[in-house]
């Protein structure tokens, strides 16, 4: 089994090093690891280290840093632009996303959407989601969650492909650059409005499909990334 | 959006046609489709057909069969044998593979399946898991769940994969049959036990990794469809 994953805000490179704070009390007291065991550490931003326990008291523990690596970001980078579901279901495509291996995700708060964000808790909600997933699936960077945007707010860049169960296009027959940045759209439960799909493609995104099967927002963005990634090498 | 999918024991190639039943109450008084609408029928067996409604009533609509077919089976098939997991896990896990295209599904009881099926519950709700994704995803064909089986009675077939995150072998770099089945063998929250990957080695299975991030056995056969999708074409 791999080793569990703690975040911290500045990667130790060798020595002693107390993780304390909530990843602290959460590797002693919830997971209870203890002296002699061994843990990774991220920084969310690439930086791992490998470091072995020597001391385990309530709440924190004492370690002794092994090996610290850089794992270089993603090129190129897979951005998705999912639209916001109902809760449940968002915070789902978020996970899977986070553990397939997505850069950036931008809450898009589509014509469609059914929820409609008003505070600022979903938006806690997928950032807390993602960084649970990217401990569980041991991601060394940290994908970003964005501040929602509407349709109007939608500044898209590097090669855009917009996932649609009409498209002529497979995922697997698209053109991919070999670096800089992909976004990916994909719509809410109830589907992108003929309107947001005309700004898109006005906009020089091309529609693509997977399958002939209809994927439903929470597993779309995941099964795409799957894709992607199979071509680009990345798996 | 597309049509409604209601599955039926025996497809009308054409002409009039009741449904009722519990589909026909799910969509005579939970959809409340009514008279002009459209919808889809099919029979799970790669039936499929188009149908106006002509009349609604409590439990039941009167439709008119407009057009049938019949989708060939996917070759080469995926069969997915999916380590047991805890209740809602194992079951996202069916209907993530559901959506994304898998064919067949053996419930596994693995060494270190921390969930043991002690009656026939967790296996039915797996079959109305797969149903009702099937349904969701207008899938021609229902996917087959077995009866589950431990590691001794596991008798796999065709091209076996043992997706595990130590294999040297990228999932995008095995070698796939052109048809016949392929099996993925997906290991329970706990791994896959020494004895028994010696034991799928021993039969001829290759063990394979899915890039370097460390994959939920509820996600890790859906990510693998979705990669041999792109890699057969499916996509």
């Known amino acids: 089994m ?21 990843e602290g009390h959460h590797a002693a007291d919830v997971q209870r690891i203890t002296a002699g065991e061994r843990l990774l550490l991220g920084d969310g931003r690439g930086g791992l280290a490998t470091a072995v326990v020597t001391g385990a008291r309530k709440g924190a523990l004492e370690l002794d840093v092994e090996h610290a690596e850089h794992v270089p970001a ?44 008003k505070d600022a808790k979903p938006l806690e909600r997928w950032r807390s989601t993602v960084r649970e997933a990217a401990k569980q699936s041991r991601r060394p960077w940290l994908p970003e969650v964005t501040e929602p945007r509407t349709s109007r707010q939608l500044h898209l860049t590097g090669a855009v492909l917009v996932m649609h169960e009409e498209a002529a296009v497979p995922l697997s027959a698209a053109e991919l650059p070999a670096e ?8 809410p439960e109830g589907g992108i409005a003929p309107e947001e799909l005309d700004a898109l493609a006005a906009a020089g995104a091309r529609p693509v499909r997977l399958g002939r099967e209809v994927l439903r927002t929470s597993s779309a963005g995941a099964a795409a990334i799957a894709a992607l990634s199979t071509r680009l090498g990345r798996w």
């Open 180 to 187: 800089g940045e992909i976004t990916l759209v994909v719509g």
């Open 2 to 22: 791999s080793l569990p994953l703690f975040l911290v805000a500045e990667l130790p490179v060798a020595g002693g090093f107390r993780l304390d704070g909530p």
């Open 74 to 117: 993603h090129d190129p980078s897979i951005t998705v632009v999912q639209g916001i579901a109902k809760g449940e279901r968002g915070e789902l495509a978020v996970q899977l996303m986070t553990e397939l291996g997505v850069d950036r995700i931008v809450p898009w708060q589509a014509a469609r959407s059914i929820a409609r964000w």
